[in-house]
C-alpha cells in the first residue's frame, strides 16, 4: 500500500513561513497528480495546490501568489513553500497523490494523515 508521510507543520506568527514535505513510499508504478488540501475546524476541505509529474502546477485563488508547490520525482515527494502566511491559513493540510500500483491497476487517491498549521494572529 501506498503511504504518504507528511511533515514540516507547526506554529508560526503571522507573516512567517512554513515548508511542508510530502514522501511517498510503499508499492508505486506511476503517479499523475500530487497536491495538498486544507481543512480548518468546521470547514469545507478545499484544495490548495497541486502539481503533475511534468511540472504543471495549479493553485488556489486564495493563495494570491504566496504559497509555491514544487515536487521531486525521483524521491516521489512534493513540497509546499508557505510565505507571508495569515491567521485563516490556520487548518489541517493533506497531502495527497493520484496514482496506480501496476501498470494494469486503476488510477487510485492516496491520503496522507494531515499535518497541522497554526498561525498565530
Known amino acids: 500500500q501506498v503511504q504518504l508521510v507528511e511533515s514540516g507543520g507547526g506554529l508560526v506568527q503571522t507573516g512567517g513561513s512554513l515548508r511542508l514535505s510530502c514522501a511517498a513510499s510503499?508499492?508505486?508504478?506511476?503517479?499523475?497528480?500530487m497536491g495538498w488540501y486544507r481543512q480548518a475546524p468546521g470547514k469545507q476541505r478545499e484544495l490548495v495546490a497541486h502539481?503533475?509529474?511534468?511540472?504543471?502546477?495549479n493553485y488556489a485563488d486564495f493563495v494570491k501568489d504566496r504559497f509555491t508547490i514544487s515536487r521531486d520525482n525521483a524521491k516521489n515527494t512534493v513540497y509546499l513553500l508557505m510565505n507571508t502566511l495569515k491567521p485563516e491559513d490556520t487548518a489541517v493540510y493533506y497531502c495527497?497523490?493520484?496514482?496506480?500500483?501496476?501498470?494494469?491497476?486503476?488510477?487510485?487517491?492516496?491520503w496522507g494523515q494531515g499535518t497541522q498549521v497554526t498561525v498565530s494572529s
Open positions: 502539481i503533475t509529474g511534468g511540472g504543471s502546477a
Open positions: 510503499g508499492i508505486i508504478f506511476s503517479w499523475s497528480v
Open positions: 495527497t497523490l493520484q496514482g496506480r500500483l501496476t501498470r494494469l491497476a486503476p488510477f487510485y487517491n492516496y
